[in-house]
């Protein structure tokens, strides 16, 4: 019997000291535009091949701000994306970046004209770049790039704020959620062109959706969502994800299967301070994002498919304030954090 206690507790020793190399083993590599940390450093894309794309800003106070998109080659260049003629490019969205960048490295994004107006553009694997607007839009905002080249979004006109999908050969579809009286927002697309997002009631509370490629459109909330559901990615499977509001405004994470059925999770440690914010997830399931803890602190997390945590995840030197935003189908993962001077600059977790 002794023997066998012994045994156990040298496997449990073993096994604690095999995660310890495994979380050691993982490997943090920061980055900045050129010239040094930027104003804002907002990473929203990664694919397979680790290209990151995203928006940094320029310009501060009393300077006004100047917004430019980027991307991040998998050997660490760094190009700066400002469209001809654009006064400023914005590449993701906020607490939900979308999927702004394809498998071949296709990104798409906004940039602003000379007269403050926001359009959409597409940017190719070879960095050949192209305009482009909803009919009637006067305010386009792409937020999703699928492998086929397909690219979904939203934009404003007269009537409100509507979704788009646009097909590889630039023709346009415009739809709105049955119940969306307060505008529709799509945010992601797979490969079999199915499109999740957000649409808003009457009462302007947001409300998930998922659109089949046959154009149906199935809206839903997570039963616990009562001040709102926002999904923010969807994968190859069809799994969808995002977070909702509770009644106390906290926020949660959720995970709505393919079949519909909802699973609603929190990191261990996250508290009533914010809650959870879902960025990303991957083809095999693994979702990534960000959580506050009873000091209101923010670290990032990595949801397996099996719903095990690994959390928190900060960068070095990072006094509790790390964003991660999206992660690819290697488990790589990219976000924003801010130094111990307040700096803010962009990082990659590669495990």
Not at 194 to 207: K, R, S
Not at 235 to 241: E, K, P, Y
Request: charged share 15%.
């Amino acid at each position: 019997m002794k023997t066998k206690i012994l045994r156990n507790i040298f496997l449990s020793v073993g096994v604690l000291f095999a995660s310890a190399r495994l979380l050691s083993a993982d490997t943090f590599v920061t980055f900045d535009p050129p010239g040094g940390p930027a104003r804002d450093m907002l990473p929203s894309g990664i694919n397979p091949a680790g290209a990151i794309t995203g928006t940094y800003v320029t310009g501060f106070y009393p300077n006004p701000p100047v917004f430019h998109a980027f991307l991040r080659e998998p050997d660490g260049t760094f190009a700066t994306i400002d469209p001809p003629g654009s006064t400023g490019a914005w590449i993701g969205g906020f607490l939900y970046p979308g999927q702004p960048i394809n498998p071949a490295g296709a990104i798409t994004g906004t940039y602003f004209d000379a007269s403050g107006v926001r359009h959409g553009f597409l940017r190719s694997a070879k960095g050949i770049v192209t305009s482009f607007d909803p009919p009637g839009s006067t305010f386009t905002a792409p937020e999703g790039i699928n492998a086929a080249g397909a690219t979904t979004g939203f934009y404003f006109d007269a009537s409100g704020t509507h979704a788009f999908l646009r097909a590889p050969d630039g023709t346009f579809t415009t739809f709105d959620a049955p119940d969306g009286v307060g505008g529709t927002v799509a945010q992601g697309i797979n490969p079999a062109g199915t499109i999740v997002g957000e649409y808003f009631d009457a009462n302007f509370f947001n409300h998930g959706f998922v659109r089949g490629s046959d154009g149906t459109i199935t809206e839903f909330d997570v039963p616990e969502g009562v001040n709102g559901t926002e999904p923010s990615g969807i994968n190859a499977a069809g799994a969808i994800t995002g977070f909702y509001y509770d009644a106390n405004f906290v926020t949660h994470g959720f995970l709505r299967a393919k079949d519909g059925a909802i699973t609603t999770f929190d990191p261990p440690g996250s508290t009533g301070c914010f809650g959870t914010v879902v960025g990303g997830i991957n083809p095999g399931g693994a979702i990534t994002g960000t959580y506050y803890d009873v000091n209101c602190f923010n670290h990032g997390f990595v949801r397996a498919k099996d719903g095990i945590f690994i959390a928190p995840i900060d960068v070095p030197g990072s006094p509790g304030a790390t964003f991660a935003a999206v992660i690819n189908p290697a488990g790589v993962i990219t976000g924003e954090y801010f130094d111990a001077g307040g700096a803010e600059h962009g990082f990659l977790r590669i495990p």
